[in-house]
């Protein structure tokens, strides 16, 4: 009998829901930025090489914010279309 009357009581409670003071940012947009390290492993190669492309002017566009290197996935993909080499025979 005890049982039932907690039941029904916890059942009339009004429930608790938190809510988030901070706005959600979608996964979507902090996925289409990469580091340096994810882009090294998406190519295979070093993170120096990346580093060393930066200091001459080249591989795709990068991003820094407060010192750290960033990628768009957009400027990836677009770097790796121009270095598409199409044989024609």
Same mark, same amino acid.
């Given at each position: 009998m005890l049982a039932s009357g907690i039941?029904?009581?916890?059942?009339n409670e009004p429930k608790f829901e938190p809510k988030l003071l901070v706005p959600e940012v979608p996964a979507e947009r902090a996925s289409q930025l990469l580091t340096e390290i994810m882009l090294a492993d998406r190519w295979v190669c070093s993170v120096a090489r +990346?580093?060393?492309?930066?200091?001459?002017?080249e591989g795709p566009q990068y991003l820094k914010i407060v010192g750290k290197v960033l990628y768009r996935l957009k400027d990836i993909e677009a770097y790796e279309e121009a270095? +598409?080499?199409r044989k024609v025979f």
């Open positions: 039941a029904k009581t916890a059942a +990346l580093q060393r492309w930066r200091t001459i002017d270095c +598409l080499i």
